[in-house]
C-alpha cells in the first residue's frame, strides 16, 4: 500500500512572520491526517520550518537542487548533502516553473535526480504538458519522455522517487485536470514504471498538482493511480491546505 502524500509547495512566497502563523495554525489541524505531509518553503526559512516543526508530523523539502555533487565553485547553487544536512527530507525536480524559466532540459532534470539520490534526499519528479501540447494531443508523448530520461539515466534506487502529474495549464490557473483527465495520465505513467518493473509501478507515489483546493481534492484523490497532491497557492492557507490534507481518506 502507497502511504498518500499531500505536499505544498510555497514557491518564492512568504516571511518569517507569515510562516510561524501558517505554521502554527497548520500544525494542529493536520495532525489527524490520514497523509504523510511536507512543505516545500524557499530555501531560506528551511532552518525555520526545522525548528517550527520539530515534534510533529511534517517533514521539510527543497524547491531545487544543483546537479553537481561535489563542493566547488558554483555560486548560487545548492548542494543535495547541503539539504540533507539542513534537514530537509524531499526536493522537487523538474517543476515546470524551472524547466520553462530557467531553461532545465531532461538531462538537467535527470542529473539532479541523481544527485539527490546520492545524497539520500527523495526527489518529487515534476512532469507535465502545457497547454499546446495537450491541444495536439501530445500529452503522454511529452509524460513519457520527461519521465524516460529520468529511469534511464538512474543507476539503480528508482524505487525511491515520487512522481508529480503537473499539466501546466492547470498550474496557477484555476483550471484543474478533471478527475479522469489526471487519471488516464497517472494511469499511463504506472504503465511506464511497469515497463521498468512490475515492483516499481507498486511503489512509487504519482502525485497530482495544479489547482487542488479543498473543493476538489477529495475527488481527485480518490482515483486509483492518484497517490496525493503537489499544492501551490493553496498551501498557503493553513485552512485550505489543511483541508487537502484531511481529504486523503
Ligand atoms: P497551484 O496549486 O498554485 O496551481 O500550483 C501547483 C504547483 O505548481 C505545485 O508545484
Known amino acids: 500500500m502507497r502511504q498518500k502524500l499531500v505536499a505544498g509547495n510555497w514557491k518564492m512566497h512568504g516571511n518569517s512572520q507569515s510562516i510561524r502563523e501558517l505554521l502554527a495554525a497548520l500544525t494542529p489541524a493536520v495532525a489527524e491526517s490520514a497523509a504523510e505531509i511536507a ?13 517550527l516543526l520539530a515534534g510533529s508530523k511534517l517533514s521539510i523539502g527543497a524547491q531545487t537542487v544543483s546537479e553537481q555533487c ?12 547541503m539539504l540533507a ?18 531553461g532545465e532540459n531532461d538531462a538537467l532534470v535527470a542529473a539532479k535526480t541523481e544527485a539527490a539520490l546520492n545524497a539520500k ?15 495536439a494531443g ?4 511529452v509524460v ?11 543507476k539503480s534506487e528508482h524505487e525511491k522517487i515520487t512522481v508529480a502529474y503537473e499539466p501546466v495549464w492547470a498550474i496557477g490557473t484555476g483550471l484543474t485536470a478533471t478527475p479522469e483527465q489526471a487519471q488516464e495520465v497517472h ?22 498538482g495544479g489547482s487542488v483546493k479543498a473543493a ?3 475527488e481527485l484523490f480518490a482515483q486509483p493511480d492518484i497517490d496525493g497532491g503537489l499544492v501551490g497557492g493553496a498551501s498557503l492557507d493553513a485552512e485550505e491546505f489543511a483541508a487537502i490534507c484531511n481529504a486523503i481518506g
Do not use: M, W
Open 138 to 141: 501530445e500529452t503522454l508523448k
Open 39 to 51: 512543505v516545500i518553503p524557499p530555501l531560506v526559512y528551511v532552518p525555520l520550518c526545522v525548528d
Open 144 to 154: 513519457g519522455r520527461q519521465l524516460d530520461v529520468v529511469l534511464a539515466t538512474l
Open 187 to 208: 494511469a499511463f505513467i504506472r504503465t511506464q514504471l511497469a515497463a521498468h518493473s512490475a515492483e516499481l509501478a507498486d511503489t512509487v507515489r504519482i502525485l497530482y
Open 70 to 81: 561535489d563542493p566547488g565553485a558554483y555560486t548560487g547553487e545548492v548542494s543535495a548533502e
Open 216 to 218: 476538489n481534492a477529495a
Open 85 to 102: 544536512d539542513s534537514g530537509c527530507h524531499y526536493v522537487l525536480v523538474g517543476h515546470s516553473e524551472r524547466r520553462s524559466l530557467y
Open 121 to 135: 534526499v527523495l526527489p518529487i519528479v515534476c512532469v507535465g504538458e502545457t497547454r499546446e501540447q495537450r491541444e
